[in-house]
């Protein structure tokens, strides 16, 4: 027996004064799909959601429900206030049940002296008694907690006032009701949002055990290949209808257009043959042919010329070259010291950073990730503890928040670019076209942009800087799929730093090739991207371990040219002979090599079997980047082994002396 049909949406257009922003659109929601909707910003997905919740009204076309059909939408942004508890919020959800526990606590009050009514109250008692256990009236309690949890909150907040909450929080509350209400379709706007990698992972399993149906807006293209299982793209005003999980729709997508533009060249190619023979022949002894081939052409139905949409065009200039160690650091404490005593979020252990690594920075939110890198850029200090950039390092800063815009209510794109860099008007211009600021665009004020132009406006001031390290706090947020994309491939390509923080899993997982993981106020260190660490995970089945110990104690590296204490390990006279230094400090050099070797070495045997597992999954894209970490670990491990040779040379040279 085929699925019961839920909603079907046919026709539907909706224009704005005089701008259509989709025409025909058409499709059904049978129960129990998962169905995502994806396209660019500004494509109409959050217009098409609000229809179908009747919140907004198109200008043609129509929606039809099943009969009775209880329909959920959670907005991108939720704006309320309520002077109720978190808790006592989230049960809100159960309002048709409750008042059925209400109404049976009243019937039982009444019983007591009900005299000829109380086969009526027991008749109804028995009626809602039944309607309460079908509606999960005795999982309220516990169906609430677990769904809260999950969300991130804990029992300590369960009593405290909505109205305290933050934003962020408040949109989570929006969410735990939306889930617990249980409808028959969901319509979710970005439900990823405010959500660190846990809660993501557990609203992950919650939606793939859920038997209802959804529909769902997200550019979280992990999420919804985890989640969803046919992806409805709205591109140019128009629908197309994949039955497929996100990554399948994209090849199906390619193939789409690759067949359209075969398509379209064939034809156009017939129609200029066809037209060569009507101009040459159309007064000739042929004419009655040309004019019959002229009747066909007019009456051909034309394939239209396949279109994409303006990609960002993400280029870093020629930034120079920084020295192998990046950025070291000594333990540190991160966190605020305030007027009181200081708060602290992470201790971390040394930490080193060398040239061309890629450092994802994971943890819940609140851990204390965007601190540590405001503390690492110089904009907070640390409550202990020193950290150090290497040889010709020059940073470059992306703010969750978009702070390194100036904001002063008059301040433009073009404004921006003009003053912070030495670049005309005309030349700002054409740069900004390059993140789709086109005509007046780049003449609103920054605080009219949405989030979107502020997320590409602040890329495009922070490439203008040239850095060879880039700092990075959630530079995903508010760019469309395109646009994520054509960020990491700018990224992939970058020959320089990169230490990030980000949500998006697909994002981590291209650019990434060392996590560090905050966790419990401290930082473990794990090789690999993502699902390198999920694998480990699942393998290991408990919390990732430290790559080796000196991973979690301590990790500065002493290569050939630096000694335990930051100095060379051989100093040398003007004319190049070694000078001589005790035997306590060449013993001091050589137990710090060999450590550094033991480090290495450990890392070796941890890529070895990371690319085991890679091969046996026949994971081609992880052998590779695993392979690439391994030659460069490889050659750091030549550079110690030549680093304790010279040290062992030099101690030798101090012993013969001493005799």
């Known amino acids: 027996m085929p699925p019961t049909t839920l909603l079907t949406v046919s026709g539907l257009t909706k224009t704005y004064i005089t701008d259509q922003i989709f025409a025909e659109v058409g499709f059904q929601i049978a129960e129990r799909e998962h169905v995502a909707l994806v396209g660019v910003n500004g494509a109409g997905k959050s217009t098409i959601l609000r229809i179908i919740a009747g919140l907004e009204h198109a200008n043609a076309g129509g929606i039809v429900s099943a009969q009775g059909l209880r329909v959920t939408y959670l907005p991108q942004e939720t704006r309320f206030t309520s002077a109720n508890t978190l808790r006592a919020e989230a049960r809100r959800a159960f309002a048709p049940v409750l008042e059925m526990a209400a109404r049976m606590r009243e019937i039982e009050t009444a019983m007591a002296d009900a005299g000829d009514a109380l086969d009526d109250l027991l008749t109804e008692y028995d009626r809602l008694q039944t309607r309460f256990e079908a509606g999960g ?49 969901l319509l979710l706007d970005e439900p990823t949002n405010h959500l660190d990698l846990e809660m993501l992972e557990w609203l992950e399993t919650f939606l793939r055990g859920w038997s209802g149906a959804c529909l769902i807006v997200s550019h979280d293209r992990y999420f919804l290949d985890r989640v969803t299982t046919r992806t409805l793209d709205l591109s140019f005003g128009r629908l197309e209808d994949y039955s497929a999980s996100y990554a399948r729709y994209l090849d199906l997508r390619t193939e789409r257009m690759t067949r359209w533009q ?46 994409e949409h303006d990609r960002l065009n993400l280029r870093l200039g020629g930034a120079s070259r920084s020295g192998r160690v990046v950025l070291s650091t000594n333990p540190l404490k991160i966190g605020y010291d305030g007027p009181g005593d200081p708060t602290q979020l992470i201790a971390t252990p040394e930490l080193e950073i060398e040239r061309g690594d890629r450092i994802g920075l994971m943890g819940p939110n609140g851990s204390g990730k965007t601190t540590l890198l405001k503390t690492l850029t110089g904009q907070l ?79 495009a001031a922070l490439l203008l800087e040239q850095a060879n390290l880039l700092i990075l706090d959630e530079p ?35 650019i990434a090739t060392t996590l560090w993981i905050v966790e419990e106020g401290g930082i473990t260190v794990s090789l690999g991207n993502y699902t390198d660490y999920q694998r480990r995970l699942g393998r290991r089945g408990a919390v990732a371990e430290p790559d080796t110990q000196e991973d979690t104690e301590t990790q500065p590296a002493a290569m050939s040219s630096v000694n335990g204490n930051g ?37 070796l045997n941890e890529l070895s079997d990371a690319l085991a597992i890679a091969g046996i999954d026949q994971d081609v894209a992880a052998i590779a980047r695993l392979g690439e970490e391994y030659d460069r670990t490889q050659a750091a491990l030549d550079d110690a082994y030549a680093a304790w040779e010279t040290v062992s040379r030099a101690a030798e040279e101090l012993t013969v002396a001493g005799a």
Request: no cysteine; aromatic share 8%.
């Open 137 to 185: 009236g005795y999982d309220v309690e516990h169906r609430t907690d677990e769904v809260l949890h999950g969300l991130g909150f804990t029992a300590a907040q369960f009593d405290e006032p909505v109205d305290q909450l933050s934003g962020g929080q408040k949109t989570r509350v929006a969410l735990a009701k939306a889930l617990l209400a249980d409808p028959d379709l």
């Open 567 to 603: 100095g060379p390990l051989i100093e040398r006279t003007a004319k190049g002979k070694p000078r001589r230094r005790n035997d306590a400090e060449a013993q001091r050099a050589m137990a710090h090599t060999e450590r550094e070797i033991g480090r290495l070495e450990g890392k």
């Open 262 to 307: 075969k398509e379209y060249d064939a034809q156009q190619a017939h129609i200029t043959h066809q037209e060569e023979f009507i101009r040459k022949y159309g007064a000739g002894q042929r004419y009655r042919e040309a004019r019959g081939r002229q009747k066909k052409l007019d009456r051909l139905e034309r394939v239209e010329r396949p279109v």
């Open 476 to 510: 995903t947020n508010h760019l469309d799929i395109q646009a994520r994309e054509t960020l990491e491939e700018m990224l992939a390509d970058f020959d320089g730093t990169i230490l990030f923080v980000s949500h998006d899993r697909y994002f981590m997982d291209r």
């Open 381 to 459: 200090p640390p409550l202990k503890g020193r950290y150090t950039y290497g040889t010709n390092v020059k940073p470059g800063y992306y703010a969750q928040s978009h702070e390194q815009l100036r904001d002063s209510g008059k301040e433009t794109p073009l404004s921006l670019m003009v003053h912070s860099q030495a670049i005309s008007a005309e030349g700002a211009r054409t740069y900004l076209g390059r993140f789709l600021f086109s005509g007046d665009d780049v003449h609103k004020s920054i605080s009219a942009l949405s989030g979107g132009e502020r997320s590409r406006l602040a890329l």
